[in-house]
């Protein structure tokens, strides 16, 4: 309800929601253009032994991904300020779930630019890649990964959320873990360090959102140290860190203390 009623008041204003949705839209259609000025020096290298068209698929995975979970939990890097002034208390007033009201609060519609971009750059990366053995599991695993991947993006940021009960001031270390992560997965990991790939799969399990998956659908070997199991866990994953958001969600609302807590 709240949810609907931001999206009504930004659709009374048409003409400035379009405005709004096409430079979102075109802001992060910026982030694939670096993607398309690096394939024009390495032309036929690849980037990391990867073609065009398989990080144009990375790309899409993770900028759907993280889009759908930007649509749903942008609004909570606010927490902090909320905690802060004290305004925070309002939620607790009503008889709703505090977590569904401030993810809904100020609700911006624009961000479905992010969506779509990264949808029209998966498509566009399904369509340019040849050689994949495509199978009814590979199939399937295309739409598992990136509902999961929005899933674990999305608990991301209620941990970082949670975080701000205790530290006001800290939603852009946790926007590092997450536009970071974002930006981290739309590359092929073997252009990265093998502690950093190590990193994302055992600490933060960002690599389940679309780099271990991915690698199956295309046919790549996981990374080293790796199960090749890894490929089908991304629901398990995802199921774990939103139990762990939840429990974290739920410690940091029992410490509240109003203003200043």
Do not use: H
């Amino acid at each position: 309800m709240v949810a609907g009623m931001w999206i009504r008041s930004t659709l009374t204003y048409r003409s400035s929601f379009a405005l709004t949705f096409l430079s979102s839209l075109g802001v992060t259609f910026f982030d694939f253009v670096v993607i398309l000025l690096m394939f024009g020096q390495v032309r036929g290298r690849g980037l990391g032994g990867f073609s065009f068209a398989e990080v144009a698929f990375l790309y899409g995975t993770a900028g759907t991904s993280f889009g759908l979970a930007d649509l749903v939990m942008g609004s909570l890097p606010r927490m902090g300020r909320r905690v802060r002034d004290g305004s925070f208390d309002t939620f607790l007033l009503r008889p709703a779930p505090v977590l569904a009201q401030v993810a809904a609060d100020r609700f911006a519609l624009r961000r479905l630019g992010r969506v779509v971009q990264g949808l029209i750059v998966l498509v566009w990366g399904l369509a340019l890649l040849d050689g994949v053995e495509w199978s009814p599991l590979k199939v399937a695993l295309v739409p598992v990964m990136v509902v999961s991947g929005a899933l674990i993006f999305g608990a991301l940021m209620v941990l970082g959320a949670s975080v701000l009960f205790w530290m006001q001031d800290a939603s852009e270390v946790t926007n590092s873990f997450t536009y970071g992560g974002n930006t981290l997965l739309q590359y092929p990991p073997t252009i990265f360090a093998r502690d950093l790939v190590r990193g994302v799969v055992y600490v933060v399990p960002l690599a389940f959102v679309n780099w271990l998956p991915a690698l199956y659908v295309l046919g790549r070997p996981a990374p080293e140290g790796v199960p090749d199991a890894a490929a089908f866990a991304s629901p398990l994953v995802a199921a774990v860190c939103c139990v762990v958001a939840g429990w974290a969600w739920r410690v940091g609302l029992r410490a509240y203390r109003s203003t200043g807590s």
